[in-house]
Each structure stands twice: as C-alpha cells, then as structure tokens.
C-alpha cells in the first residue's frame, strides 16, 4: 500500500497470494492432500454444498493451528452438518473429533435480539492428538434452506498459488434448464454432461510444488491471476442490483415516523444539500453498525421501524433508512452495491460476493455516501470505497465507479517549534493540521482515545523508547463530521541529544507522532514489484523552528534540495540565522486514482532514494 496516509487507512486485503514467483522452491508448514467440493442447486436457488479435505502437517509451526477446522454459516437461511472429522495418524490410526470438542460460536448483537442482527455462526472443530506429519480430515455438509436470491445462485473459489494442493475438485450439479455462466482460470475442466434433467460440470487443480513469492502487499486483489472458479446464474451485474433492489428498495418506503424524523433532524434547514448533509450524520452517528452485510446471511434489510427503536442496523439498513429519509425531504436516492474490500474491478463472471457492502447515490449532487461509516464526513467516502465498481440499484449504468477525491483534498501540515537546552533536554510544541483521508482517520482515533490514555500518552511513548519525558496533547472536537481535523502537543524530554560536546542530530520531531514524510519515504524504498497496490495522493508540509543552545557552534546543516518525477515532488530548504534553525520540507503527491501499477511503484522509489539522502543529513554541531 502506497500512501501518504497508509497508517490511518484499513483496507481489508485477501490472503490468496497470487502469481509472483521467484522458481525457488517453497518450504511447506502444510500439504493438503485433497480439496473436494459439491454443489447440487435446485431451480428455486437453494442447494446443498459437500466439502471434504485432508491435510498433513509438515512442520512444528504449523502445529498450532492445524488442530481447529471452522465453517461459517447463516443459521436463518442454512444448515450445517459435520459429516466426519478425524486425525489420521502417521502410521494409519484413525482418532476421530469427539462431539463434544465441537464449537458453536454466534456472533451477538444488542441483548436478546442479537439473532436478529446477526444470524452468522461458526461451527468450529478441535482434533485431538495431532503431531507432525499427522493429517487432518474435515468434511461437512451446507444446506441452504432458502435462497439468496429466489432463482438464483453464485459462488467462487480461489486457490492461493503459494499452498500446496495435490488434488482439487469442484462440482456443480445443477437442472439442466438453468441459465449459468462459469469461468475457470488454473483449472482443467474434467466432466461436463447432461444426465437426464441434470447438467454436472467439474473442474480439477494441483499444485504440488508451489514457488516462493516475491510479492508482499495484497492490498489489490485481482481475480483473473489467482487460480478458481466462478459459476453463476446471473447474466449481468445489474441482474444482481436488480435482483437485490427488488426486496430492498420498497423497505425504504416513507412512513410517518420517518417523515416526522426527517422534519425534526433537518429542523430550518431548506437547501437540500444542507438537509442531505444533517440526515446522513445522524444516521452515521446514531445509528450503531451490528450484524450482517450484503453476501452474508439474509440480503433483505430489516424494517426501518426496527432498526430506529433498536438504533442498530448493518450496512443495508443504514443505506435504507438514509434513503428514506432523504425521500421524505424530497431529495432522490438510491442504494449501490461496492466492494468494500480490496477488488477494485469487477470479475468477469457476475457473483454476489464481489459486492458484499451497501451504500447511497444522491444523483442531484453526483454525490456517494457511506453512512456504515460514522467518521466519514458528507461529500467523502472511506478509502476501502473509492475508486470502486459500483452497481446502482436504480439507475444501473455499466462502468460506473465511486470517485477518487482529487489529491489536493488531502493536506498534512505540521508545525512543530522546540529548544535545546544546555544539557540536551528538548522542549517544545507541535501543531498539525489535516485535511482528507487522515483528518476523517485522525478523528476516528482521537474519538477512541481513553482519558486515561490521553493523559499518559506522551509520557508512555517517551518511556517505551528508553527516555524520560512528559507532555500535554490536546485534540479537537472528535464528534464533528467534518474534512479537516487540527490537534497540539506540548513536551519535554530529557537529554535527547548529547550535550555537551560535539555531535549530530537528524531533523525530525522529538514528540515523534508527526513526521509523515519520513514515515512515507521509508515505505517506498522497497516497493512491491510484481502486482498493483493501493496508493493516494495529498501534500505534506513539515516545518520546524529549532532554537539550539548559544554555546553551541553548528559546523554543519543540511542542504537544500529540489526533486520530482512525473507523479510527485520534493523540497527541503534548511536556514540558519543566529542559533535559530528553520526548516520547510513539502511532498506533493499528484496521484491520480487508487490503484498504483508496478511501474509507477518503482518510479516513486528512485525519487525516495534521493529524498532519503536529505531527510539522513544531519546537524553537526560541537
């Protein structure tokens, strides 16, 4: 991930490690002997799914979590079953799972109605007696007792290309009246008949000698290189906006406690913009995120009555209450279907799971929102939904996308002032300014701050690092929803620099909380090679006000420095007057979009060496 704000960005990246291969050999912790898996669908949507697989443990670390095998599963919607579950030892003993070292795990909700917010369960199982070169066998059975969506149905596996898998099976078993699509990639089609009314296709996959990896940052998933299968019964992606609009949007229909709530929230607000902005914060912010989203359990929102006796709801019932509200204020919307996570386009065959969050389109201000998020403000949408397909349950339109916001949206300025007394203990203040990505995140953490924390932050960090300090922060308001985002610090720490005598000090500030163009530059001295990441622009600009002790005779400081590439530039100007040190560092990143192919990754790299040079000079002093 490249990114002036990486630290305050949560992306959600997927563990399938996908072609970059070295053709070195890869040391193995685990071999999974086989993979079967079978699917029977019926013409109504429902279907019964059969996994089985063994694994044998090949190394001690690998131990640990070898021992436990999980299914999750909706218990509204499905049944599961464990068919058999056993360690097979070594020398051929058979120890099956005890029925009681199985787990059932329901995630919870608010009180006793947490069934209702969340029906997502996980039934987990415990082998006994596993050692290595032990294998471990699971197989259980999934029935879905009601469709997804009625008439349908869809569903992908990936094979990561960095575990070893010596025999793979997928098959699907499904009427022969059924319109499907599938694609395999890495995969042999083994079977494809018709057996009276029934159609059965499968494919097969080995990969028994996997390749080390060169690659290290999956923060941009990409279906078509990584080996699977995706079988599906939908033709279109607006046949899934359709499909889940047709239960979803008369949900967001206007009732009197709506439109009594949507009065009372917009009070003397008339400009629709301004009135859009107060609904959505006060979903965003008064109603709790709980329960399932799009792709698991139920895909029917709940009645918005419930959702605002409870103030509780999952990402489809803050999308229908939001769309409502705005309908009661005469201010058109729609819901749209996004990859919350780290997909940014659209597999080539159609299945739910590409689409797994729910947010609004307010078309009259091309505006997308996401008021799932309760740190985002109005106009901006979290990093994990820019830059996205995005599938408009009305109003669908092929190669939509949710916007980039331009890079001069995100701003970082920091000011920071310090002295040097006599003895080398440092005190001073920083001041830092945010705009964008890192002021929605920057609030997000402050909002989460304990008291308790806050009081002994600086103090705690000093210690950690060996030193003697102690400081005040102070933050701004955390609850408003706005694009900028400003806090302080105030602090002292003792002997920071060695004093007296001669010596050196690098340029950065002693609090350590803000120095974002180092952070940055360090990212990029190693950049990921063999795969696209996620990146995004924005400016930093970083001063300093160094008061150095009179005694002090400076022999040397920085030079001053000018650099840029295609995509960003740097300056460094460094002046000494008296015993006062200013200096002024900008980055400018002109990023354009989310997604960052190789190339550019290497291109930012040579800049951050030269960019590295200068931040490594130091002051030298006796």
Not at 26 to 31: I, V, W
Not at 57 to 77: D, F, I, N, P
Not at 114 to 143: E, I, Q
Not at 396 to 407: L, S
């Amino acid at each position: 991930m490249r990114s002036l704000f990486a630290s305050f960005i949560t992306a959600f990246v997927l563990s399938f490690p996908v072609i970059a291969a070295t053709g070195d050999p890869l040391e193995l912790q685990t071999r999974f002997n086989h993979y079967h898996a079978a699917y029977i669908i019926n013409a109504d949507g429902t279907a019964v799914e059969s996994h089985e697989w063994s694994k044998t443990v090949l190394k001690e670390q690998a131990l640990e979590w070898s021992k436990k095998a999980s299914v999750s599963y909706s218990t509204s919607a499905q049944q599961a079953e464990v068919v058999a579950a056993y360690t097979l030892k070594a020398d051929g003993k058979r120890i099956d799972v005890p029925k009681d070292n199985y787990q059932v795990e329901v995630n919870s909700g608010k009180g006793k109605d947490s069934p209702v917010y969340s029906d997502w369960s996980t039934l987990t199982v415990v082998f006994p007696d596993v050692a290595l070169g032990d294998k471990v066998v699971f197989s259980y059975k999934l029935t879905q007792t009601e469709p997804m969506f009625p008439g349908h149905y869809s569903t992908v596996h990936y094979f990561g290309d960095q575990i070893a898998h010596d025999d793979v099976r997928i098959r699907f078993d499904y009427p022969a009246a059924m319109w499907v699509q599938h694609e395999a990639r890495g995969m042999q089609e083994s079977l494809n008949e018709t057996r009276g009314e029934r159609k059965v296709v499968e494919w097969t996959y080995t990969n028994p000698a996997p390749v080390k990896s060169e690659r290290r940052d999956y923060s941009v998933f990409d279906s078509d290189k990584i080996a699977g299968v995706s079988f599906s019964t939908f033709r279109t992606y607006a046949d899934i906006a359709a499909a889940y609009g047709t239960r979803a949007l008369p949900k967001a229909a206007v009732t009197e406690r709506v439109n009594k709530l949507a009065a009372e929230i917009v009070k003397d607000k008339t400009a629709p913009r301004e009135q859009a902005r107060a609904l959505y914060e006060w979903v965003a912010t008064n109603i709790t995120y709980a329960g399932n989203c799009i792709g698991i359990g139920a895909v029917v929102p709940r009645d918005l009555d419930f959702v605002l006796d409870n103030k509780m709801g999952d990402c489809k019932d803050h999308a229908t209450l939001l769309q409502a509200l705005l309908a009661a204020r005469d201010i058109r919307s729609t819901q749209a279907l996004v990859n919350a996570g780290s997909a940014y386009r659209l597999a080539k065959v159609p299945v739910v799971s590409t689409v797994n969050h729910v947010i609004n389109y307010l078309p009259a201000f091309d505006l997308f929102v996401d008021a799932t998020s309760d740190s985002t403000p109005f106009g901006m949408l979290p990093f994990g939904d820019q830059d996205k397909p995005v599938l408009l349950v009305e109003g669908y339109k092929d190669g939509t996308r949710t916007p980039v916001p331009p890079a001069s949206s995100n701003k970082q300025h920091v000011k920071s002032k310090f002295r040097i007394a006599d003895n080398g203990t440092v005190s001073g203040n920083i001041e830092v300014f945010l705009n964008g990505i890192q002021a929605a995140g920057t609030r997000e953490w402050a909002r989460n701050l304990s008291k308790n924390v806050e009081d002994d932050m600086i103090k705690d960090m000093y210690r950690s690092q060996g030193m003697i300090g102690s400081g005040k922060f102070v933050k701004d308001d955390p609850t408003e929803l706005t694009d900028h985002y400003h806090y302080k610090a105030d602090y002292t720490v003792e002997k920071f620099i060695k004093m007296p005598g001669a010596g050196a000090f690098y340029i950065y500030s002693p609090l350590g909380i803000a120095t974002p163009i180092h952070s940055y530059i360090q990212g990029e001295l190693d950049p990921e090679r063999e795969a696209d990441v996620t990146c995004s622009g924005g400016s930093v600009i970083e001063e300093y006000t160094i008061e150095l002790p009179k005694k002090l005779k400076v022999l040397s400081v920085p030079e001053n420095m000018k650099v840029a590439n295609a995509f960003a530039s740097y300056s460094a100007t460094y002046k000494l007057k008296g015993n006062i040190l200013t200096v002024k560092r900008v980055l400018d990143d002109r990023t354009k979009g989310n997604v960052c192919s190789p190339q550019i990754s290497i291109e930012y790299q040579k800049l951050a060496e030269k960019i590295v040079d200068n931040l490594k000079e130091q002051v030298l002093y006796k």
